[in-house]
């Protein structure tokens, strides 16, 4: 019974450091301390993560430190966050403009960043219907929603899952 309670704590104490581990590439050093980041601030280096994630995941494919059906449903994962954030940040930007300044100097960088993530997601589309698409458990590349191997269509969306033939 000891057993199992040790191994939970030790379970825990890791579980922390490996979040600390995560969290502290995040915090950059030009985030001052005593300020808490906004909301912007935070999806805009979460969005920056998940773009070296999908850097990093598909050096480990092309050097294969990763297979075929992990990749598929690891990227699968970080292109559908990566559009979340988008989606969250464009909401955001909607109802509390950034200052022209503010917007001026992230330019180059959202540029970037943007077309790298829609030319991951426009990748993982053309690729999803062949490999990952029609594998149990998997979701719409389009919305994110679950959807069966059998469908054709998303039900929440419509997005066609299969090419017609
Ligand atoms: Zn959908």
């Not at 912007?40 to 979460?46: F, I, N, P, S």
């Not at 990748?123 to 062949?130: K, P, V």
């Not at 998997?138 to 191997?149: E, I, K, N, T, Y």
Request: hydrophobic share 45%; aromatic share 4%.
């Amino acid at each position: 019974m000891t057993f199992g309670i040790g191994t939970l704590l030790i379970g825990l104490a890791l579980l922390v450091v490996v979040v600390a581990l995560v969290m502290m590439p995040l915090l950059g050093p030009k985030t001052p301390p005593a300020q808490p980041a906004s909301r912007r601030d935070a999806l805009e280096a979460e969005r920056a993560a998940i773009v070296r994630s999908i850097r990093d995941l598909d050096f480990d494919y092309r050097t294969h430190k990763v297979n075929e059906a992990d990749y598929q449903a690891l990227r699968l994962g970080l292109v559908q966050r990566g559009t979340d954030i988008l989606r969250e940040l464009d909401a955001l930007e909607e109802a509390a403009p950034a200052s022209a300044q503010e917007a001026a100097q992230d330019r180059d960088d959202d540029a970037a960043l943007d077309a790298e993530i829609e030319a991951a997601v426009a990748r993982l589309r053309q690729s999803a219907f062949s490999v990952a698409a029609p594998r149990a458990g998997m979701v719409c590349p389009a919305c994110g929603s679950p959807v069966l191997p059998t469908d054709r269509f998303c039900a929440k969306c419509g997005y066609a899952l299969r090419p017609q033939t």
